[in-house]
């Protein structure tokens, strides 16, 4: 009878749930295509590297479907019932157990009937074997090491000294003997390689035999470790299950017994700006992100972390999911925490700059055109700064005549005429301009009470509207695979981060509503109706300009409506 598998719509697509024992055993008959992860890497995840090898079943450093498939194959044959994975423990009941030649190992070693992983380890290295006797050394260990470390050179001085004795070669009057002849040099040293070759062969058999005999423990090991880690591998192989599982809020430095899934390729938590990215990945390849990491759409942080206590640094990636931009910056310093818990000092290194929300690209026009702005009249004014001090130093630099006294520039009404010219212009553009803006409110105003807010809206559409639509399309397609495979997994289907799921990655901090007076705050402070009113006059300002901007440019709204 067919097996019938269970699916569910997951991070934009439909994928298959792995849920008991009968889903393990007919794992075989599941279609490669239907499993979002084709392969992965045995370093860098979240998992323990040792249960990793137990399955990577060719050794090259590389998890793929028939190494998940050959487990589960595995697995089935050494358990009676394949469900006992779906606990996740290191130890198993002795009754749960299939093969007769593993029971016959567990059973001198379970307590209350059940075998730990603990247990085996502590059997593995109290193993002992009757060990071949190492050959006797003929000299100390220090004069091994002198000769071995010299041996080159007293070959190079008996071989100088036969040619010097056949006057072919001189020796350099520094050089002294070594006290030795060639002879004794030559019986020194097949004593010492007979003795290091004895010694060799001894060894490597004694570590054969105790590889031999702790090998009778290995295949128990290896089901205890999959016992434990298995199941894991095998959501986030099939499914990504973890990592799109609805989880509890997330507690910083939280440990691996923390009842909130993660998915094994999250390596932490980044705490920055008053916000804790959850979705953190740590970065194998640089190279391979630069060339990948734009296509997954996601606001992107790279940083550089180093653990003060072990010395250990490592490179990470964490997506901003919920906020705005404000100052996250390159050189920016953050702390992480990884999933023990263990912080990290963080250095922000690369962003890679992508829409975070539909609100953070409705005010990005505007953030752009303030930080444009601010740069024009820094620059205007450095310039203007520099212009000055040239020309004052230029005067101070210029003597004036000896005898002479310094003569007052005259008076040049040409020049004032145009200054006079200049301000009766602007000050006209400035009346037209509030006659333009009366003529625009009046006629717009005059058509319809609702007609001057829809302008408004209809001015705010037109500036931010572009960048809302291509935030939305780009939050719609973040995609979370380009990441992956920069980092060497080999992903068979997206792994969509939508909007309402993103707001689960990142956490932003949370403050109580209370009145708190500042100490720092000026003295004499705007009554409530005093800020109403400035607030009134800004935003009626505000639409005034919008206004007449529509009007002057031909987009009379009015007109839509007749």
């Known amino acids: 009878m067919k097996h019938i598998w269970t699916y569910a719509n997951i991070g934009g697509n439909t994928r298959v749930i792995?849920?008991?024992?009968?889903?393990?055993?007919?794992?075989?008959?599941?279609?490669?295509?239907?499993w979002t992860v084709l392969a992965c890497p045995t370093s860098g995840l979240?998992?323990?590297?040792?249960?990793?090898?137990?399955?990577?079943?060719?050794?090259?450093?590389?998890?793929?479907?028939?190494?998940?498939?050959?487990?589960?194959?595995?697995?089935?044959?050494?358990?009676?019932?394949?469900?006992?994975?779906?606990?996740?423990?290191?130890?198993?009941?002795?009754?749960?157990?299939?093969?007769?030649e593993l029971l016959a190992i567990a059973a001198p070693l379970a307590i209350d009937g059940v075998v730990s992983l603990a247990a085996v380890k502590a059997a593995i290295a109290g193993v002992t074997i009757d060990a071949l006797p190492l050959p006797s050394s003929p000299y100390a260990a220090e004069v091994i090491a002198a000769y071995n470390a010299c041996?080159?050179?007293?070959?190079?001085?008996?071989?100088?000294?036969?040619?010097?004795?056949?006057?072919?070669?001189t020796l350099p009057a520094d050089v002294v003997a070594p006290g030795l002849?060639?002879?004794?040099?030559?019986?020194?040293?097949?004593?010492?390689?007979d003795y290091e070759t004895g010694k060799a062969a001894a060894e490597s058999a004694n570590a054969?035999?105790?590889?031999?005999?702790?090998?009778?423990?290995?295949?128990?090991?290896?089901?205890l470790l999959l016992c434990r880690d298995y199941v894991t591998l095998l959501r986030n192989f099939v499914s990504f299950q973890d990592f799109y599982a609805k989880r509890a809020k997330a507690l910083l430095g939280r440990g691996a017994d923390n009842e909130s899934p993660w998915a094994i390729f999250q390596a932490g938590t980044l705490v920055i700006d008053q916000r804790a990215?959850?979705?953190?990945?740590?970065?194998?390849?640089?190279?391979?992100?630069?060339?990948?990491?734009?296509?997954?759409?996601?606001?992107?942080?790279?940083c550089n972390c180093k653990h003060h206590a072990s010395g250990q640094t490592m490179q990470i990636v964490a997506a901003m999911t919920v906020g705005d931009i404000r100052n996250l910056k390159v050189g920016k310093n953050a702390l992480f925490y990884d999933r023990q818990g263990q912080d990290w000092e963080a250095e922000v290194v690369k962003i890679i700059d992508n829409p975070i929300s539909i609100g953070q690209a409705f005010w990005s026009p505007y953030r752009k055109l303030g930080e444009w702005v601010s740069g024009l009249i820094t620059k205007s004014a450095a310039e203007k700064e520099k212009k000055s001090f040239a020309d004052l130093t230029a005067k101070l630099q210029t003597p004036p005549v000896a005898g002479q006294p310094a003569q007052p520039a005259p008076f040049d009404i040409a020049k004032f005429a145009g200054i006079f010219a200049a301000i009766g212009m602007a000050v006209g553009y400035i009346g037209a301009f509030f006659t333009s803006l009366a003529t625009g409110v009046k006629d717009i105003a005059t058509y319809a009470w609702w007609a001057l807010p829809v302008a408004i809206l209809s001015l705010f559409m037109?500036?931010?509207?572009?960048?809302?639509?291509?935030?939305w399309m780009k939050l719609r397609k973040r995609n979370l695979a380009p990441l992956l495979n920069a980092n060497g997994w080999a992903i068979n289907a997206d792994a969509i981060v939508n909007v309402l799921f993103g707001n689960t990655l990142t956490e932003q901090a949370q403050y109580p509503i209370v009145k708190l007076k500042d100490p720092h705050a000026k003295i004499k402070k705007l009554t409530t109706g005093g800020k109403w009113a400035i607030a009134i006059a800004a935003i009626l300002l505000g639409a005034a300009v919008a206004v007449v901007t529509l009007y002057l440019c031909g987009l009379r709204v009015c007109a839509c409506f007749v």
């Open 462 to 471: 037109v500036i931010s509207g572009p960048s809302m639509i291509l935030a």
């Open 208 to 223: 054969a035999a105790l590889a031999a005999a702790q090998a009778r423990y290995k295949p128990l090991e290896k089901l």
């Open 151 to 169: 041996k080159n050179d007293y070959a190079q001085y008996f071989q100088t000294a036969k040619l010097q004795s056949l006057g072919l070669a």
């Open 18 to 34: 792995v849920k008991n024992g009968k889903d393990i055993q007919h794992l075989p008959e599941l279609d490669e295509k239907l």
């Open 277 to 302: 990215c959850n979705l953190c990945l740590k970065v194998s390849d640089m190279a391979k992100h630069n060339a990948q990491a734009s296509d997954s759409g996601m606001f992107l942080i790279y």
């Open 181 to 193: 002849t060639e002879e004794q040099f030559i019986e020194m040293g097949k004593q010492i390689a």
């Open 46 to 100: 979240e998992i323990p590297e040792e249960s990793l090898r137990c399955m990577d079943s060719n050794g090259d450093q590389k998890i793929h479907i028939s190494d998940v498939v050959s487990t589960a194959q595995w697995l089935c044959q050494m358990l009676r019932n394949p469900d006992v994975l779906f606990a996740g423990e290191a130890s198993l009941p002795l009754a749960a157990i299939a093969d007769e």
